[in-house]
């Protein structure tokens, strides 16, 4: 019950943008979306009623009348698809709506994540972006700001599918009362501490420690038994110490307010006593020898390749790489796979908020070109292809052979076909823990890339806590 | 030069093509990143004009400076290795001592033909702290106490970054050497062989001079390229530690792309423009001076 | 060889060995870690995944060519168009910078005309210039002509960015040729133009062939330009279809390398095949006197 009383006040943020939902049939459809996870059937009841509802629906089968090109940009390259449930829901949603409408041409631009965003922030700078692409949820305020991407509300609530978005993933692309984006891909936990059960037990923990005291403990046993490391992370990249581990532990010590008051500028400062306790404690867990000695260099992908050979006893990272880390225990090591466990961050001594939050979003939403509100026809077609690729039938589809999430809420997930490893996963994801928010999907991306840079000499030891952030707040005002 | 010059316009119908592609390509697109770079702009059609303020930002960026040195750093170390070593391989080639002659000139070229994302990688798995080389090589040597997280000591991490920058490009300044002392008359070297001239001296006295421009525009070669330095780095580091490998094109590119602030990224790039001719420019004289004292 | 050796006392003789012995020891030394990387990607391109990521060393215990079976077989790739874009942009782009710089190079050496210096400096001023922070203005200047996404576009860049290396290698390789022979030609009555394709081209060889090495690989290797001004897939380069082989959140390091293998094939292969010719061709252009 805890992850409603999180949506339910993301959801109210969420409402406040629009007021065409009026009077109590809003209320009616907020409380279903909020017990969507813990309750089946009111979900099933409220979304058909609200599909029978929807006219809209009819009159979109009609057909476009759009005949000609659009240009659509994305980074579901068919490397990224495999295994990758987002990804190849995505592609095969395109490829379905492309059968579909073959009187539009689709010229698709597909490159790898980090080449996309460069080519991205090129195109938006130039004011020439294509007509359909994915917007990243930092982005939105200052590319909305500069009027190139499409201010989507209404289309949004006109969407035949609106009944069944769910609300609490539109706020990284909300701007005022203004909706800049659909979101796309599957919703994942960012962080998620996957452990060998067996391993723990032998340790003393029947599952994983809800103190970090507790994990120091394990850490003197495991170094004693052969482990090179109680828990493995790879901060190669930068993002990862922010978005995997102090967005989740920034919310222990904050609380959610803190955060919604940065999004809004509220007076919410980095340097607020929380949030530098948040990043000393940070440094100084890292600091403990309890993780890989070469955390600061190697990647997420190196990092996990220590707990899959065995080497680590536990792994932080996000749902990504549990994906590849289930998928090859699978094929290589059944026992270990089955061994698996998931648990949410321990709390931090100190820490006075939430217990069991993790960080779970869309970090991408598909989002139009502001050009094309001069040519209705294309709109249209445009319009079509976003709901499509978010709608009822991606999320079938990502639900059905992944157990993941999209925009779109469906009627039944039926879990009993998945292994016991992916049903815990989906619990933890979307059931029994609290939600907070993916720090790096707001704000924006100047100011994370100052405190990444900052919080990796940090983590080193070469910086202070305080100096982290107040580099990271002069960021903000600058910036922000 | 000729002491006949040919027609203004055979000059002009040779060289109006090549140039005005060239500033075509080239220096329009450095205007508008200077016009750019009096703006404050964070992408999109909104720019501010704010006069010089990205400038005086960049005067006081500690990161940019602290990355300018960096670059100093590579220059130097480059010049050594990268021009230095290739001399130093192409003389030892020159000699009658080296066998397989034709595979050391066709290998050596080849690791600059390879993408700097795979020679990133492979340096990466080199200095790797659990499966690299250079901590196996010194586990088995009994060095076990200088086994470390090579690429996470602030230190050191620079030379570590322009090790395999030196190993990737010596073959490129071989080539070019080879080509320069093809045009030395066997017989000079051959005759400076037999008045006993050790092979140091033939190097210096012989074969530097006959060479000497093309071992110049080695030079410029290897100083603006250090100087704009990008590829393996970003691979390798990212600039990481904290900024402890950043060079300039990196933090360009970084405040342009990672922050979006193309208005100081732009100005960035003038200053990377600017102190790149400046170190060029610096160079010149000194190799003016150096070959002036030679001939005096 | 041997007559040289013939006279020498034995102490020098020894000491030529061993010289001998530590000078081939460092040219095989060095030469063996050039081509490492090569031999490296090869045998790791034959590991499936999981193989390589628990022993990134290793050669591989069964060796599979799937990795390569998997990239030619995917439509996405777009490989055998990739490569024909690459080949022509390539092969237009070098002879261009070859007959620039040459043209180029050479007025600068030999002929005195006003803005030589100009020129000079600008030349040097190009290869000073940051291309990764400055591609917005790069796209905006292309966009604004309307030149970006044509099948010629990535050509005009590369021969750009190209001509000022090209230049001073020629330039510094022609200053070091004495004058007579133009002077010959000249007084032989020679027009200006057929001394410097008769006379000048073929000494130039051996420089115009590095050239031409140098920047083959380069124009081969190129991806920023091509990531920023090309859009469509038909156009696309190589290294740019490279970009879809990497995922967001997962790497698989063998596949990359497969396919950095694939697309480097055609090059390589040429490089090696010919590498006795073009060294020679490098090499043996040597001018007397």
Redesign the interface.
Known sequence: MKKSSKLFSILLSALMVGSVLAGCGSDAKVSSVVDESSSKASEVSASKESKAESKEEETKTDGLAYKGEI?MMH?S????????GG?DGFRTSIQKWKDANPDVTL?????????Y???I????????LPDVFLLQGM?TK??A????ILDMTSIIKESPYYADYNQAYFTPFTDGDKLYGLPALTGGTCTVVVYDKVAWKAAGFDKFPETWEDVKKADEYFKANGY?DTLSFGN???WQANSNFLSVIGDRFTGPEWFQSIIDKKGAKFTDADFVSSLKFTQDIFASGIFN??F???T???AR??F??GEAAAFIG?N??VS?ISA?LK??NEEAFNNMGFAVLPQPEGATKSTNSQNIGLGYAVSLNAKLADDTDKLAAATDLAEYVTGPDFSTYVAENYALAGLTKIDDVDLSKFDQITQDFYKYSYVDTTACEIYDSYV???VW??LN??M??ML?G??TPEATAEKTQAAYEQ?Y | MLSKRPKASTIIAYLAIPLLLYIFAVFIPLVTSLFYSFFEWKGGPNKTFIGVTNYKTLLNDDVFWLSFGHNIYLVLICLIGQVGLAFIFVMIINTRFVRLKGVHRTFGFFPSTVSAVSIGFIWTMIYDSRRGMLNWALTQMGMEDKTQVWLNNSELVMTLVSIPLIWQYIGYYMIILLSATSAIDKEILESAELDGASSFQKAIHVVLPMIKNTVAVCIVLCVSGNMKAFDNIYVMTSGGPHNASMVMAMYGYQISFAQQNMGYGSAISVGIFVLGIAVVGGMQLIQRWISRDEVG | MIEKGYGLTRGKKIRNGITSVVLNLIMLIFSLSCIFPLVWMFYSSLKIKREFNADVMSLPSNPTFSNYQKILTNTDYHIGESIMNSVRTTVISVLLIVAFGFIIGYFLARVKFKGSKIIWIMLLMGMLIPIHSLLVPIYVVFNQTKLSNQWFTLMIPYVAFGMPIAVFLVQGFVKEVPTALEEAASIDGCSFSGTLFRVILPICRPVLITVAILQTFSCWNEFSFALVLIKETRLQTVPLAMTQFTGQFSSDYPKIMAAMLITMAPIVVLYFAFSKHIIKGMVAGAVKG
Do not use: C, P, R
């Open positions: 240009s980074f390259t068919s490397e990224e698809s495999e295994g990758n990804s010229n698709e631009t597909v490159l790898a994540n980090d080449d965003k460069q080519k922030a090129t195109l938006a700078s130039a004011g020439d982005n200052a590319w700001a500069q009027g190139t090179e190669g990249g930068k000695d070469n600061n260099v190697v997420n992908e190196d390749e220590y899959i050979s996000g990504w790489d590849y090859t094929e290589s924006n991306a100047a890339d100052v840079t900052e990796q000499g080193n070469e910086t910036n």
